[in-house]
């Protein structure tokens, strides 16, 4: 079975010009089939900011009412996906940049409102209702992987942003950890399929403040005390669960690390690794 990388990338690597450049180079140079997944890191939020309208998160997860799905749809599928394609192709990856409407590659559902049954502060309480708006929820038949093997076969790396869409013409944002964790289960079935999660710190962390501190090895249920005595929090939640889901699901590692460690943490000697 062939081998395929499939990489996250997002926060400071995104929002650093001559990170960005670094991390392409090297997502260049890995060998192999692979496809790129990103979401917005600050951009969108400063766009939104300069236009008066303030982003709202819960539990690392951005909260999406119609005038920030436009925002981000601008960003996302605009701005950031088009200018990282246009790098690609200057070093010699023939990347071809797409939503999750594009192809039908990514059919999501809307995310229905919800009434939490626990939490504690800072986190939502208990029995407070949460409408998370214009978000979407994937499944297990979410991903056309058929679709992302064609391009595959025809030479093209995909480059997916965090914008999907409903089937009946409504765009939704996506957790864009959940969309490289639902595609590398699909592809799971075609090749043997590799997930990497590329953020700005070197792995998971003991000490968020001691970048030496990396947890080189997470077991799924070491996930809950991780949450509970605040070694993962925000952001690192939707990540550390959509790793584990994807190691559930038939994908075969899941490493998650520095950007600019990628061949490295691709190959699994860096980073945190996830084990079942």
């Known amino acids: ?17 001559e990170n960005l450049h670094q991390f392409l180079l090297d997502f260049t140079a890995l060998p192999g089939d692979k496809i790129l997944v990103h979401g917005g890191g600050k951009i969108a939020t400063e766009l939104g900011e300069s236009l008066g309208i303030q982003a709202k998160m819960v539990e690392g997860r951005r909260i999406t009412d119609i005038e920030t799905l436009r925002i981000v749809t601008m960003v996302y599928a605009g701005l950031i996906n088009k200018n990282m394609v246009a790098q690609l192709q200057a070093k010699g990856s023939n990347a071809i940049g797409l939503t999750g409407a594009d192809g039908n590659i990514i059919k999501a559902k809307k995310r229905p409102i ?75 079935a075609l090749y043997e399929t590799r997930l990497v999660y590329c953020f ?15 947890v080189r090895e997470i077991k799924a249920d070491e996930f809950e005390g991780l949450k509970a005595d605040g070694t993962v929090q925000g952001g690192m939640i939707p990540k550390l669960y959509n790793a584990f889901e994807a190691i559930k699901k038939g994908v075969s590692a899941v490493y998650i690390g520095k950007a600019d460690e990628l061949a490295e943490l691709a190959a699994g000697t860096f980073g945190t690794k996830m084990n079942p």
Request: charged share 20%; proline share 4%.
């Open 1 to 17: 079975m062939k081998q395929l990388t499939i990489i996250k990338i997002g926060g400071n690597v995104i929002d650093n010009s």
């Open 114 to 188: 919800v009434t939490k049954t626990h939490g504690t502060p800072p986190g939502p309480l208990a029995g407070e209702v949460i409408d998370y708006g214009f978000v979407g929820d994937l499944d297990d038949n979410s991903v056309s992987s058929n679709t992302l093997d064609s391009l595959l076969n025809a030479g093209l790396t995909p480059v997916l942003c965090a914008i999907t869409h409903d089937g009946d013409t409504q765009l939704l944002n996506t957790n864009a950890d959940t969309i490289a964790s639902a595609v590398a289960v699909a592809m799971s």
């Open 200 to 214: 700005e710190k070197k792995g998971v962390l003991k000490d968020v403040n001691d970048d030496n501190s990396v």
